[in-house]
């Protein structure tokens, strides 16, 4: 079974400096996709970021972008110039196709502050 | 587009009543997944439906079921709540049942048991 491990329930940063959340995994497939979430505050939750495990180069989204070390089953999230918009619960997600079938694992959240 | 709905987005119920919670996905998307929400564990899967086909089922008890209508539209059913069932109840569509594929949640149904 596959596990997602985030180690920080919660974070504090503040404005326009940067900070990087962890995540690890753990799971026997060589195939699979990593993802992060964002859960702002009584709002929707939303994609921030995608991983594919068989490609190498670490994934950007503008502010976002990740750390994904293959073999140590790690995959951390640095947002830089941090925003106060940017203040949400973040879930790093592992998802694989497995027997032809999608089942997402999250991590328990880490809390991120931003601080004015 | 229209986004992933839910409904209700409050419910109030007491133990050992039953509950119906409703999802429309994405307009197109075929692929509809439930996720509990506890402040304690995060996001717990419950089950996905594809094509009105349960593909894949988390570890909760047979009290919680779901299905899916031709039209995508979802629907979990929760029997003899217990107060531990007290959560937000979040339903995410995808375009397929693919583990590449980015979810599209709702806002949620929030679940209090008295």
């Known amino acids: 079974a596959q596990t997602v491990t985030q180690s920080q329930p919660e974070m504090s940063v503040q404005e326009a400096e940067t900070v990087t959340l962890s995540c690890t995994y753990d799971?026997?497939?060589?195939?699979?996709?990593l993802f992060w979430y964002k859960q702002p505050p009584s709002r929707q939750m939303i994609l921030v970021i995608r991983?594919?495990?068989?490609?190498?180069q670490n994934a950007t989204e503008n502010r976002f972008s990740v750390n994904f070390q293959k073999a140590a089953k790690s995959f951390s999230l640095k947002i830089s110039d941090s925003q106060l918009g940017d203040t949400a619960m973040y879930f790093c997600?592992?998802?694989?196709?497995?027997?032809?079938?999608?089942?997402?694992?999250f991590g328990i959240g880490t809390k991120l502050q931003v601080i004015p | 587009k229209a986004g992933v709905t839910q409904t209700p987005r409050y419910l109030i119920k007491t133990r050992g009543q039953q509950v119906t919670l409703s999802c429309s996905p994405i307009s197109g998307h075929r692929s509809v997944s439930w996720y509990q929400q506890t402040p304690g564990q995060g996001l717990q899967f419950l089950f996905e439906y594809f094509s009105e086909t349960q593909r894949n089922k988390g570890n909760f008890p047979g009290r919680f079921s779901g299905r899916q209508f031709s039209n995508s539209r979802s629907e979990m059913n929760v029997s003899t709540l217990e107060l531990g069932d007290s959560a937000l109840y979040l339903c995410?569509?995808?375009?397929?049942?693919?583990?590449?594929?980015?979810?599209?949640f709702g806002p949620g149904t929030r679940l209090t048991v008295l």
């Open positions: 991983q594919e495990a068989y490609k190498q």
């Open positions: 799971t026997s497939e060589n195939n699979y996709y």
């Open positions: 995410a569509s995808s375009l397929v049942s693919s583990g590449s594929n980015e979810q599209f």
């Open positions: 997600a592992f998802t694989s196709n497995s027997g032809g079938y999608q089942k997402v694992t």
